[in-house]
C-alpha cells in the first residue's frame, strides 16, 4: 500500500466537509414506502443490483485514477490510527468519487500531494504526454499497424506501454474479476425480479460483462432502451466526457490526415457508473407526454434535411422514458464534482446499439432535482432576480427544462461530431440547453406547455445559468452555460437591473435561443474543428455582468461541493 500526503490542513477539511459547504443529497431511506410496496422477489432484486452497482464504482475508481484504490486503503488504515485528517479527507473522496476533482469556485481539489489529475486520467500510462502520445501513434501507423491504433482509440480500452508502442486491452478484460462479480449479481437480481424483460436485459448485460465483445454490450444496451413498464431501474452509464488525452489526436494535423487515410475514428474513453433506482410511475406518466412531439421537433432542427437523426420525423419515437427514485449513482454517474446530473439520455452516438436498431433511453433523478432548502433558495432569488420576475420562477421548471434538454439530445446530428475532438461535449451540451428552449413556442402551441409554464421555464433557466466562478474548459456542463450567458447578453434575452439583478427579456429568449441553436447544428455538420474551437473561444468570455451575479452568490451561498447519502443502499449491502 502506497503511503500518501494530505493536502488539506485538518480546520480546511472541517470547513469543506461542513453542511453549509458540502451539500448533501438524500437518496431513498430504508423505510421509503417506494421499497416497502415493492414486490418480494423485487427487493430481493434490489439487494443484488446495489451489490453490483459496487462493483462497477471499483473499476470507475481505477478509471479514474490508478491511485484510487491504494489511497481510499490508506484512508481507512489511517481512520483505524485514529487520524482525524483522513477521516475528513474520506468524506470528499467517497463524495467525489475519487483523489482529484473541482468545486463549484473552479478549485482543483486534489486531496494528497503529489497525486494531480491526468489528462489520460487512469486510462494511459502516468508518465506519457499528449506529445509523446501523438508520436508513437503515428509511428504505429506508418508502421502499418492500423487495427493496433484503432483498438487505442476505442472507447472501450486501458493502454499500457509495451517497449517503445502502446498496448490497448479492452476494459472487460481488464477488469475481469470485479465485472464478473457484479455479472453474477445481476444474474441473481434476474433470478428473482417480477419483471420478464427487465430480467432480460439483466442477463444480457451479465453477458457483455463477461465477454469482451462491444456487440455483447449493443445486444445489452438495445434492450435497455426498450423498457418502459418495469418496477425497477439498473443502468451501466458509459460516457466520456473526461478522457483529455484520446481527442487530443485530432489537434496533430499529421496525425489526423493520417487517421482519415486509414479509416480510423476518435473516441474518447468511456467512464463507468450504476445507477439503481424504483421507477416511479407518476412521474414516469407525466414524462411520457412530450413523447409525441419528438418527430415534429426533429422536423423543426436546423439542417434537418442535411443528415441523418435518432428521432425520425414521420415515425414514432425509439425513445422510453422514466423517472426513478434513487436508491444509489455509483461510480461516474454518482461522482459530485461541482455538480451532478439530473437525468441522463443514453446511449450516446458512439455506442453500437443504434446502429442495429437501438433506441435511446432517458432517466430522470427524483431525489437530486428536489430542493430541500426553501429559505436558501429565496435568499439566492431576492439576491439575483429581478423582484418583479420573481413570480415567474419555479424549481419544478427546472425539470421541464431538463426533460427537453435531454430529448434534444436524440436530436440533430448524431454522426461525425468526434471531429470536433474537446469541444465536442461542450457543443452537445449547448445544443441540448437551446433544443430546449428553442421549441417552447411550438409546444406551447401544440398544448404541452401553458403560456405561464413557458414563462416559467425561461426565467428561471436564466436565473439558474449563471455560476459563482469561471470554470475551465475541460467542465463541459458548466462552459456552455458562460457561454449562452455571454449569447443572450449580447442579444438582448438577458440583462442587468440598475441594482446588479438578472432581467429576462422574454420576448427575446426563444429568438435568441434559436439563433444560437442554428449556429451549433451548423458546426457539427461541419464537423471542422477550428470552426468548433472558434465558436467556443469566442463565447466562453466571463463578462462583467457574470461577475457581478457570482460575487452576490458567494455572499449568500457558501456551498463548494456536494455529496450523495444513500441510506437503504448502505442497508441492503448489509444484508
Not at 460483462?209 to 451501466?236: N, S, V
Request: proline share 2%; with cysteine; glycine share 4%.
Amino acid at each position: 500500500m502506497e503511503d500518501f500526503v494530505f493536502t488539506y490542513t485538518l480546520n480546511e477539511l472541517k470547513k469543506r466537509t461542513h453542511k453549509d459547504y458540502l451539500v448533501t443529497k438524500k437518496m431513498l431511506s430504508e423505510d421509503a414506502p417506494e421499497y416497502l410496496n415493492l414486490a418480494e422477489g423485487d427487493q430481493k432484486a434490489l439487494k443484488n443490483l446495489v451489490k453490483a452497482a459496487f462493483f462497477i464504482e471499483k473499476v470507475n475508481f481505477q478509471l479514474d485514477n490508478k491511485h484510487n484504490l491504494d489511497f481510499r486503503d490508506f484512508l481507512e488504515s489511517e481512520i483505524l490510527k485514529g487520524n482525524e485528517i483522513a477521516e475528513h479527507t474520506k468524506i470528499l473522496f467517497e463524495a467525489q468519487k475519487g483523489m482529484c476533482a473541482i468545486d463549484r469556485e473552479t478549485t482543483k481539489i486534489n486531496l494528497a500531494k503529489n497525486i494531480k489529475e491526468l489528462p489520460g486520467k487512469g486510462l494511459y500510462p502516468e508518465d506519457l504526454t499528449k506529445e509523446e502520445f501523438h508520436e508513437i501513434l503515428i509511428k504505429m501507423l506508418k508502421a502499418g499497424k492500423k487495427e493496433e491504433v484503432r483498438k487505442i482509440l476505442n472507447q472501450r480500452s486501458i493502454i499500457e506501454r509495451k517497449d517503445d508502442e502502446l498496448v490497448a486491452i479492452d476494459y472487460v478484460t481488464y477488469f475481469s474479476d470485479d465485472l464478473r462479480k457484479a455479472a453474477e449479481k445481476l444474474e441473481l437480481a434476474a433470478d428473482t425480479s417480477t419483471n420478464k424483460e427487465f430480467n432480460e436485459y439483466l442477463r444480457l448485460q451479465a453477458v457483455a460483462l463477461r465477454e469482451a465483445d462491444p456487440m455483447l454490450d449493443a445486444y445489452a444496451d438495445k434492450k435497455w432502451a426498450e423498457l418502459q413498464d418495469t418496477p425497477l431501474e439498473f443502468t451501466i452509464t458509459r460516457e466520456n466526457y473526461s478522457d483529455e488525452m484520446t481527442e487530443s489526436v485530432i489537434e496533430n494535423e499529421e496525425l489526423k490526415k493520417l487517421l482519415e487515410e486509414n479509416d480510423i475514428p476518435v473516441i474518447s474513453k468511456d467512464f463507468l457508473g450504476a445507477r439503481v433506482g424504483i421507477v416511479n410511475k407518476e412521474g414516469t406518466n407525466a414524462l411520457l407526454k412530450i413523447k409525441e412531439y419528438l418527430p415534429l421537433l426533429a422536423a423543426n432542427m436546423p439542417y434537418h434535411e442535411e443528415y441523418e437523426q435518432n428521432i425520425s420525423k414521420t415515425s414514432e419515437a425509439k425513445q422510453t422514458m422514466v423517472d426513478v427514485d434513487i436508491v444509489v449513482l455509483a461510480g461516474d454517474v454518482g461522482a459530485y464534482r461541482a455538480g451532478i446530473t439530473l437525468a441522463e439520455n443514453l446511449p450516446n452516438d458512439d455506442k453500437l446499439s443504434l446502429t442495429i436498431g437501438g433506441g435511446r433511453r432517458n432517466v430522470y433523478h427524483r431525489q437530486i432535482r428536489f430542493i430541500s432548502d426553501r429559505e436558501k433558495l429565496q435568499k439566492r432569488l431576492d439576491a439575483v432576480l429581478d423582484k418583479e420576475q420573481h413570480q415567474y420562477y419555479l424549481d419544478e421548471a427546472d425539470h421541464w427544462f431538463t426533460i427537453g434538454h435531454e430529448n434534444t439530445h436524440s436530436l440533430g446530428p448524431n454522426k461525425g461530431t468526434e471531429a470536433l475532438g474537446k469541444y465536442k461535449s461542450i457543443i452537445e451540451e449547448n445544443k441540448a440547453d437551446m433544443g430546449a428552449l428553442a421549441f417552447l413556442d411550438i409546444l406551447e402551441e401544440k398544448g404541452m406547455y401553458t403560456h405561464e409554464q413557458v414563462l416559467q421555464m425561461l426565467v428561471s433557466f436564466a436565473a439558474d445559468n449563471f455560476l459563482k466562478s469561471k470554470p475551465t474548459l475541460s467542465q463541459a456542463h458548466r462552459v456552455r452555460s458562460v457561454m449562452q450567458n455571454k449569447y443572450f447578453i449580447e442579444n438582448g434575452a438577458i440583462e442587468l437591473t440598475n441594482d446588479g439583478k438578472i432581467h429576462v427579456n422574454i420576448d427575446k429568449m426563444i429568438p435568441t435561443a434559436k439563433k444560437m441553436l442554428s449556429e451549433i447544428v451548423r458546426i457539427q455538420i461541419d464537423g471542422d474543428f477550428a470552426k468548433g474551437e472558434k465558436y467556443v473561444l469566442d463565447n466562453f468570455i466571463w463578462t462583467d455582468e457574470m461577475e457581478t451575479i457570482a460575487q452576490k452568490l458567494k455572499e449568500i451561498d457558501k456551498s463548494l461541493n456536494g455529496r450523495t447519502d444513500a441510506p437503504l443502499a448502505r442497508m441492503l449491502l448489509k444484508s
